[in-house]
């Protein structure tokens, strides 16, 4: 017998309710420049249900181009605003967000900014650097990037293969096979 507020307090297993709770799940996939990151969570939308797409590069797209520690912030916290709004909606169960987050340090102020219960993940798309930079020159030739794409680019990719996350390399797969390897992992989620 147990004392609840000092009167004898009675348990039945009967009683007790069990309830699975589905907590909605933030897909965090970030890389380098080029990497893939943006079409491999294109497709990831499609294999799951319920989910919605959040490219943190679209935040950036300004004019003029500007990097200080204003625009820094209004950027982080439109990010910030829009992940809450998509994990506060019962419509969506996934919630995909791309973005380079090249230090720790980014991924733990943006998560200090996220509110609500969920369960994140983070997925660090990395390849060779042979690989990255055929990607970039493909970019580059398309008109899609600038040509000094590739020195700010391949420089970052030792700064993944160090982080806490887990690691898909996209050397010589395409975006539908890695967001089916992170449509896998998620399948071991309650939904």
């Known amino acids: 017998m147990e004392r609840l507020f000092g009167a004898p307090f009675f348990l039945s297993i009967k009683n007790v309710k069990k309830e699975v709770v589905f907590l909605k799940q933030l897909i965090m996939i970030n890389g380098t420049m080029g990497v893939g990151k943006s079409a491999t969570s294109r497709e990831l939308m499609k294999l799951l249900p319920n989910s919605v797409f959040l490219d943190g590069d679209w935040c950036w797209e300004m004019s003029p181009f500007v990097v200080n520690e204003e625009t820094k912030a209004m950027v982080m916290d439109n990010i ?19 973005w380079v987050m090249h230090e720790e340090s980014i991924v733990r102020q ?6 609500g219960e969920f369960q994140q993940h983070l997925f660090s798309l990395v390849c060779s650097q042979r690989a ?17 794409i590739i020195d700010r680019s391949v420089p970052r990719l030792e700064n993944y293969r160090n982080m ?24 071991k989620f309650p939904g």
């Open 80 to 98: 910030a605003h829009l992940l809450n709004n998509f994990l506060a909606c019962s419509v969506y169960d996934y919630v995909i967000f791309c």
């Open 132 to 148: 990255l930079v055929q990607r970039l020159f493909r970019d580059v030739a398309a008109g899609i990037r600038r040509d000094d």
């Open 164 to 187: 806490d996350s887990i690691k898909i390399d996209v050397t010589n797969i395409t975006p539908l096979d890695a967001a089916q390897q992170i449509a896998d992992y998620l399948k």
């Open 110 to 115: 943006l998560r200090s900014l996220l509110k």
